[in-house]
């Protein structure tokens, strides 16, 4: 096992000691269904955690977890065959193919979570919006925001690193100057222009709000702006 792959799967296992309590508690405050028969696409689903979550909470979902990486891949269906969790499905699947992959409005429900910063949204709001249903909705969560990365400049200033502050400034600057390429490379995400792009493509967005809860643990240290972003969208 790689050093990558040894951290990523320490994390994994970091995220499923919240299992299921606080997973279900956040798919019941999104209304998610907990027995109709629906679609759901995790796209980036890293090691399960979410699509398992969601295959869990409502067993009649047909739930499938798409990713890049293979040892997260590995990782996503032994944690599967750990809960025993049949209505789950992995697949190696990079988020550009989705379109060419899956049925048109096909998805009640597509979760992306953690993952909207390390890609081109334009691109991911193009695919997406061809496979989910009208008034389908997708779950975007923990993406990071300005504050995240912050903390992560002072910490290096204070350190006396400047070469390391100023990358870790750069994702800053790719997100409130938006990125012209079609690259995927990690940007702090700003609502204002995921907005913008998403309702280019028929995908209307709506901001959710930290709790009290969430505002004490997800601010960064020093200038106490959040750290992450949590959206909904519905497909109009």
Same mark, same amino acid.
């Given at each position: 096992m790689?050093?990558?792959?040894?951290?990523?799967?320490?994390?994994?296992?970091?995220?499923?000691r919240y299992f299921p309590t606080a997973y279900f508690y956040i798919?019941?405050?999104?209304?998610?269904?907990?027995?109709?028969?629906?679609?759901?696409?995790?796209?980036?689903?890293?090691?399960?955690?979410?699509t398992i979550a969601a295959a869990k909470y409502n067993k009649n979902a047909e739930v499938i977890g798409i990713d890049i990486k293979d040892y997260a891949l590995d990782l996503a269906k032994t944690y599967k065959?750990?809960?025993?969790?049949?209505?789950?499905q992995f697949y190696k699947l990079d988020y550009r193919q989705i379109a060419q992959y899956f049925e048109p409005?096909? *998805?009640?429900?597509?979760? @992306?979570?953690?993952?909207?910063?390390y890609v081109n949204e334009d691109v991911y709001f193009r695919n997406v919006a061809k496979v989910v249903k009208r008034g389908g909705k997708l779950v975007l969560f923990?993406?990071?925001?300005?504050?995240?990365?912050?903390?992560?400049?002072?910490t290096k200033v204070k350190e006396g690193n400047?070469?390391?502050?100023?990358?870790?400034?750069?994702?800053?600057a790719r997100?409130?100057?938006?990125?012209l390429s079609g690259r995927d490379y990690d940007h702090a995400v700003t609502y204002p222009a995921i907005n913008n792009i998403a309702s280019n493509h028929g995908i209307t967005?709506?901001?959710?709000?930290?709790?009290?809860?969430?505002?004490?643990?997800?601010?960064?240290? *020093?200038?106490?702006?959040? @750290?992450?972003?949590?959206?909904v969208g519905t497909k109009s």
């Amino acid at each position: 096992m790689t050093s990558e792959s040894s951290l990523f799967a320490r994390y994994v296992h970091s995220r499923f000691r919240y299992f299921p309590t606080a997973y279900f508690y956040i798919l019941g405050s999104l209304s998610f269904d907990k027995e109709k028969k629906i679609n759901v696409l995790d796209v980036g689903c890293g090691g399960g955690n979410w699509t398992i979550a969601a295959a869990k909470y409502n067993k009649n979902a047909e739930v499938i977890g798409i990713d890049i990486k293979d040892y997260a891949l590995d990782l996503a269906k032994t944690y599967k065959k750990r809960f025993d969790c049949n209505n789950a499905q992995f697949y190696k699947l990079d988020y550009r193919q989705i379109a060419q992959y899956f049925e048109p409005n096909f *998805f009640d429900y597509i979760f @992306t979570m953690s993952v909207l910063q390390y890609v081109n949204e334009d691109v991911y709001f193009r695919n997406v919006a061809k496979v989910v249903k009208r008034g389908g909705k997708l779950v975007l969560f923990w993406n990071h925001f300005v504050g995240y990365y912050c903390e992560r400049v002072v910490t290096k200033v204070k350190e006396g690193n400047l070469r390391s502050a100023i990358h870790a400034a750069l994702p800053i600057a790719r997100g409130f100057f938006h990125k012209l390429s079609g690259r995927d490379y990690d940007h702090a995400v700003t609502y204002p222009a995921i907005n913008n792009i998403a309702s280019n493509h028929g995908i209307t967005l709506e901001r959710r709000g930290l709790s009290s809860l969430c505002r004490k643990y997800y601010c960064d240290r *020093f200038c106490q702006l959040p @750290t992450i972003l949590n959206i909904v969208g519905t497909k109009s």
